[in-house]
T-cell receptor
Framework: TQLLEQSPQFLSIQEGENLTVYCNSS?????LQWYRQEPGEGPVLLVT???GGEVKKLKRLTFQFGDARKDSSLHITAAQPGDTGLYLC?????????????WGLGTSLAVNP | GAVVSQHPSWVICKSGTSVKIECRSL??????MFWYRQFPKQSLMLMAT?????????EQGVEKDKFLINHASLTLSTLTVTSAHPEDSSFYIC??????????FGQGTRLTVV
């Protein structure tokens, strides 16, 4: 069974601070996605990483996919209150997985003004 | 990105009644749709995977007779919660994919059973 461990589970920081969220697994994923979800809404896709070692930037957000495609990180620079939300990572398994996503438990981020 | 519309956004029903939730892919054909349940501040829990024209595959512990899933077309899947009880109150979310790497999500449905 593929598992995706996400940490930390909760994070409360002050505006302007930096933070990193991690997703780790012992399994290899063909791709990994990061989502952000606000209360009462569905998750919104932020990025998909596919290649080992890949780095993608989305304004103040930097996403990395591990060389072995087993782990990923999300780094937010100079966090703002608008970044508050639930961040979820999800990995897609290899062949024969029926395109099912394996989900991390989520990181609930609160950025205080 | 692709758009997935889920309806209704919220519903309140009496205990013992059934509720149907619709999930539509608006600008692409979704060969696979997923139904999730989510508790407050927790991650998504996959309930079932449905492929167009075939029976849904339910995750372990999910009652298929209680949560009826129909995926009759490439743009529509429905989840019916039958004989709902207060413990079924939750946030239900669908997602759809077409062999893309990504899965696109609906807005979610807040079900409250009173």
């Amino acid at each position: 069974t593929q598992l995706l461990e996400q940490s930390p589970q909760f994070l409360s920081i002050q505006e302007g601070e930096n933070l990193t969220v991690y997703c780790n697994s012992s399994s290899v994923f063909s791709s990994l996605q990061w989502y952000r979800q606000e209360p009462g809404e569905g998750p919104v896709l932020l990025v998909t990483v596919v290649t080992g070692g890949e780095v993608k930037k989305l304004k103040r957000l930097t996403f990395q996919f591990g060389d072995a495609r087993k782990d990923s990180s999300l780094h937010i620079t100079a966090a703002q209150p608008g970044d508050t939300g639930l961040y979820l990572c999800a990995g897609r398994g290899g062949a024969g997985n029926n395109r099912k996503l394996i989900w991390g438990l989520g990181t609930s981020l609160a950025v205080n003004p | 990105g692709a758009v997935v519309s889920q309806h209704p956004s919220w519903v309140i029903c009496k205990s013992g009644t059934s509720v149907k939730i619709e999930c539509r892919s608006l600008d692409f054909q979704a060969t696979t749709m997923f139904w999730y349940r989510q508790f407050p501040k927790q991650s998504l829990m996959l309930m079932a995977t449905s492929n167009e024209g075939s029976k849904a595959t339910y995750e372990q512990g999910v009652e298929k007779d209680k949560f009826l899933i129909n995926h009759a077309s490439l743009t529509l899947s429905t989840l019916t919660v039958t004989s709902a009880h207060p413990e079924d109150s939750s946030f239900y979310i669908c997602s759809a994919s077409q062999g893309f790497t990504e899965a696109f999500f609906g807005q979610g449905t807040r079900l409250t059973v009173v």
